[in-house]
């Protein structure tokens, strides 16, 4: 089963059973219930089955935005995310030792993170308005106790953003706090160390991403890439050589480009190639 360390800000994958993992949802809810149905569906034969959102499954775009929409942002779609938190709340019940979520700099943002500002002046708020105050009790203890760190024993280790090494080592990653960033703009974000940067990054230079792998490894399996989501990039999956891998499951693509991972935990990914498209790297919708 999947382990957690002791403030619950890492995740240990078992070295079996089958990990779906998706990017960003931003309140996407038919490709989150998408992801959803594959991982149920596997789950039904096998129960060692997993499902790992990599953050920011809250915040979409406004209806407003819809005529100005970038054409590089992908398909526009109906913010949804009090629907997706009522979903995640629900499944996170049902399937509490199989389905889990990462911290995204969006999630982040209603805990302790500043604002953000992406499809409104003040998303954070716009969102929380929309809450009864009992659902958004819920949500803000859901965010405050999402991990920051996915490691496997497959070589794979995950993070919302692109990696930070400004730390020791996973003990490190366990003591952080997410509280007294309100005030804090991105770059200052960016310069604040280990949390800021797994939460805000758009890239790391590959030997500082080495030295993240060396010091994020667990019990004798070494990390050998880096899997994120956060940033948006058009064919749905980026394979940044020699040891980062960003996936696209919904928001910035269209259905088309949409990609998730289909990982076998009791194997060893030593290399990017050995990410294979169409047996790890899938379709979310294969027939658009
Ligand atoms: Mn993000």
Known sequence: MVETSPNERV??????????????I????????????????????????????????VHGPSDASKQSWPRELGEHFPDESVAVIRDYLRLKKRFAGNIFSLL??????????????KFYEDETLHLEAQMSPKLLAQMKE?????????????????SHASPSAALDGLDDVDQVELEGYESCGVQ???????????????YAPAPEVDEYLAKTSRGGFANRIAVYSHDVVDEGIARIEPNQ??????????????????????????????????????RLWPDA
């Not at 700099?105 to 953000?116: A, E, L, R, W």
């Not at 919904?250 to 050995?274: P, T």
């Open 26 to 57: 931003h309140g996407n809810r038919r490709d989150f219930l998408e992801i959803v149905r594959l991982f149920r569906r596997t789950y039904a034969r096998n129960k060692m089955s997993f499902l790992l959102f990599l953050g920011d499954l």
């Open 188 to 202: 200052q974000m960016l310069q604040s160390g280990f949390l800021g940067q797994i939460l805000w990054r758009r």
């Open 11 to 24: 995740l240990l994958f078992p070295a079996t059973g089958t990990l779906y993992v998706a990017g960003d």
């Open 142 to 158: 859901l965010f405050a106790r999402l991990p920051l760190l996915a490691v496997t024993r497959a070589g794979l280790v995950f």
């Open 104 to 117: 995204g700099n969006h999630d982040h943002s209603h805990v302790g993170g500043p604002h953000t500002g």
């Open 245 to 282: 891998l960003c996936v696209c499951t919904s928001f910035g693509v269209y259905d088309a480009q949409k990609r998730y991972l289909k990982l076998d935990l009791s194997r060893r990914y030593e290399r990017l190639d050995d990410l294979v498209e169409g047996r790890e790297i899938r």
